[in-house]
């Protein structure tokens, strides 16, 4: 029994770790502002895809794994309809992906699923949120902007302040700064 309550303690943390927890994170910017957040961590395998899992943008995990796995298929047209501002999304796309073959799509975005990458944290200021994920292979820390438009979760592509600020945090967490 007492070996049990001795245990308790770890179990609760190897379970809040699993769930993912939030908290509170102030950055402090180079102009001396500050920039407050919310950021939240998810499970290890969280960037893992389950494709009997039917995902719908109700929440930056979800919104960013169907995003990437319509990117994976080479589906531009499904990814600027996630978006609000889906006829620019649509137009970027097309122009940057001019002459990429299925292939090509398959190996730059497929690759997110990989175990050896993961979700790094998602930050959130009011409707807005930054999922960020990290790309082993590259050593990279590449970033989803999303907004909540009528409950859904949207690729943020309309300027705004806030989404500034979540710009400002995805580079603190890229330069070290922010951990």
């Known amino acids: 029994m007492k070996r049990t309550l001795a245990l308790a303690p770890l179990l609760w943390l190897c379970v809040a770790l699993a769930a993912g927890g939030e908290e509170t994170r102030v950055l402090d910017t180079e102009d ?3 920039i407050r957040y919310t950021l939240r961590t998810h499970a290890p395998d969280a960037h893992l895809l389950d494709p009997a899992l039917e995902l719908a943008p109700v929440d930056a995990l979800q919104a960013a794994k169907l ?3 319509h990117l994976a298929a080479g589906r531009v047209e499904e990814v600027s309809l996630l978006s609000n501002a889906p006829k ?3 137009e970027r796309l097309r122009e940057s992906f001019a002459g990429w ?8 975005f497929g690759r997110y699923f990989a175990p050896g990458n993961r979700i790094a944290g998602e930050a959130a200021i009011g409707d807005h949120r930054l999922l960020m994920w990290y790309l082993s292979d590259t050593d990279h820390l590449t970033g989803y902007f999303f907004v909540d438009v009528d409950g859904k979760l949207l690729l943020d592509d309309v300027p705004s302040e806030t989404r500034t600020r979540l710009r400002r945090v995805l580079e603190a967490h890229r330069s070290g700064r922010a951990q």
């Open 32 to 34: 001396g502002g500050q």
């Open 67 to 69: 995003v990437t796995r």
């Open 88 to 90: 620019a999304r649509f």
């Open 101 to 108: 073959s299925a292939e090509d799509f398959a190996r730059a």
